[in-house]
């Protein structure tokens, strides 16, 4: 799973470029979707480590943004999948 999440940062770095400066924390989310359980990766404008709704961005529209997980955890429990 390492190789296929550098891949992905990768390539959203390819499609997307550099992050501007402004950006100064990066969220990976976990969602459920009907395709199944997919993380995704955004960045952040804010961040305190005192309150962890800085997290709670929009999830990304763009579809490489997002990362299917293996077919082996996708009967899991999300609190599973999380940990």
């Known amino acids: 799973m390492k190789n296929e999440i550098l891949n992905w940062l990768k390539n959203i770095e390819k499609q997307h470029g550099t ?3 402004a950006v100064i ?6 969602m459920e979707r009907e395709e199944g ?3 995704y990766f955004v960045g952040a404008f804010e961040y305190t ?3 962890d ?3 709670c961005v929009e999830p990304p529209t763009k579809l ?3 990362l299917q997980l ?4 996708q009967n899991e ?3 599973t999948i999380l940990s």
Request: no cysteine.
């Open 19 to 21: 992050p501007p400066d």
């Open 64 to 66: 490489y943004r997002y």
């Open 49 to 51: 480590e005192e309150d």
């Open 70 to 73: 293996p077919k082996k955890v």
């Open 77 to 79: 429990s999300w609190e």
């Open 37 to 39: 359980y997919m993380m």
């Open 25 to 30: 924390a990066f969220n990976l989310g976990l």
């Open 53 to 55: 709704d800085w997290a």
